[in-house]
C-alpha cells in the first residue's frame, strides 16, 4: 500500500487485538457523545424517564448520563435549522446496548416513542432505531 510518509507510520504502529485496533499501548475508545438539542427539560426527561439513562449531572444547558463506558451529554443549541446555525438540535447519531432488545422495544412503542427501524438482524447483531423528541436517530443493539 502506498501511503503518504506520515500516514506509513501510524499505520505501521497499529496491533490487532481481541478488543479493537490498538495504536502504540493504548486503545482508543469513544468516551462521550454530544447530542444538542432545542428543549433540555423535555431532552432530559426522554433520556432519563423514556430511554432510561441514570442522570449524572443536570443544568439548563449542560446534561450528562452516566452510561456504561461513554458519557451522553446534552447541550442546549444555540440554533435551529432554519436559521444555518452550526449547533442544531438533532445533531449527532448516539447508539446504545441492552440486555433485551424486545423488552426495550416494548418499553420504546409502548410510550408512543418513534420507532425507525424494528428491531432486526444485521450483520448477526440485533439492532433497532429509534427518535428522539427532536427527531435525532438512535441505535440501540442487542448485547450478546
Known sequence: MNLPDERVSIYSRRQESANGIMIGAAQMRISYAIVFVSDMARAVKFYRDVVGLPLRFESPSWTEFATDGAT???????????????????????????????????????????????PTTVFGKRVAQYADPDGLAFSVGERT
Open 72 to 118: 451522553l451529554a446534552l447541550h442546549h443549541a444555540a440554533g435551529s435549522a432554519d436559521n444555518g446555525e452550526r449547533e442544531i438540535a438533532g445533531r449527532c447519531r448516539p447508539g446504545f446496548s441492552v440486555p433485551d432488545l424486545d423488552a426495550f422495544h416494548r418499553r420504546m412503542t409502548g410510550q408512543e416513542v418513534r420507532c425507525l427501524q424494528e
